[in-house]
């Protein structure tokens, strides 16, 4: 079991109490004590799950403004895909051609990876089943329900588009 | 009475993505294609109803503790949500439920069912 930084347990304590405040909604003395001593406690036991590496990896302007843009960039694609999937469903859904292709991806941070993991799985279209590591290289199993291309490399074009070139940027 | 459009328009539109997620749900072919179609529901379907509620909690019930609870409710739809899908298209897989038409390109089956 990792052991318990102090930085990891400031920045899971700044988030219990942000949300505390955000969910209460008042400025009340009695408030404010009792959040402060519930996010104190949550934290010194949970900051050891919730963050493992750098506790303060995002305090810095490139990397925020970068997640940031990223939220814009990933809408753009969720609504493009959900376009999609909508139209499939409405033309009597027969307009499919689903297949599981093997993806490679090339992400430093583990982080990283389950982020565009679970945003490749948010699109509708395409679900990540499985992570797997061969030989150095991380690869994805991405269930896609109409395979438009066969060779995998240009296939992982198309399912990632620009969101894995701008999660790279925010994790570096 | 324009943001009152707005608001209309954004529920409308998770309405409509939401619709056609249930439709996709009842009649894709197989149990993968479904749970893509379920996609749906839960982004845009979810996002649509969230904002337009935001927006109605915040600027004309004037109310910024409901806003916000609704915002939550949002975000945290959208982070777990991956999370569980995986969980079941990859154990669904394990278990050995293929779709009936073969698929195009299976590259899971290759390298795990021999």
Redesign the interface.
């Known amino acids: 079991m990792p052991k318990t930084k102090f930085p990891a347990v400031v920045s899971t304590f700044i988030l219990c109490f942000a949300?505390w405040l955000?969910?209460?909604?008042s400025l009340d003395t009695q408030e404010l004590i009792a959040g402060a001593i519930v996010s104190l406690v949550a934290a010194l036991f949970c900051a050891r799950f919730f963050i493992h590496d750098k506790a303060f990896w995002f305090f810095r302007p490139a990397r925020l403004g970068a997640l940031i843009a990223y939220v814009f960039v990933f809408l753009g694609e969720?609504?493009k895909a959900?376009v999609d999937?909508?139209r499939?469903?409405?033309s009597?859904?027969?307009d499919?051609?689903?297949?599981?292709?093997?993806v490679p991806v090339d992400l430093k941070h583990d982080y990283a990876e389950a982020m565009l993991?679970?945003?490749i799985?948010?699109?509708?279209?395409?679900?990540?089943?499985?992570i797997?590591e061969q030989e150095g290289k991380t690869y994805y199993?991405i269930?896609w329900?109409d395979?438009a291309e066969?060779d995998?490399d240009k296939a992982g074009e198309i399912i990632k588009g620009r969101m894995e070139k701008w999660i790279r940027r925010i994790w570096q | 009475m324009i943001l009152r459009i707005i608001i209309d328009v954004f529920i409308a539109a998770g309405f409509?993505?939401a619709l056609?997620?249930t439709?996709?749900v009842i009649?894709?072919?197989?149990t993968?294609?479904r749970?893509?179609?379920s996609?749906?529901i839960?982004?845009?379907g979810v996002l649509g109803v969230v904002i337009g509620a935001a927006l109605y909690a915040f600027c004309i019930m004037g109310s910024?503790?409901t806003g916000?609870?609704v915002v939550?409710i949002g975000l945290l739809v959208?982070?777990i949500?991956?999370?569980g899908?995986?969980a079941i298209?990859?154990g669904a897989?394990r278990h050995g439920i293929r779709?009936e038409k073969e698929?195009?390109?299976?590259?899971?089956?290759r390298?795990f069912d021999e």
């Open positions: 949300f955000l969910l209460t909604w969720l609504i959900n999937v909508a499939r469903c409405f009597g859904c027969t499919v051609n689903p297949g599981i292709v093997k993991a679970n945003s799985t948010l699109t509708p279209g395409t679900i990540t089943l499985d797997a199993y269930h329900i395979v066969l995998r | 409509i993505f056609a997620g439709k996709g009649q894709m072919p197989d993968y294609c749970m893509q179609a996609t749906c839960t982004t845009l910024p503790a916000i609870k939550v959208i982070t949500n991956p999370v899908a995986h298209a990859k897989y779709p698929m195009e390109i299976d590259d899971f089956r390298d």
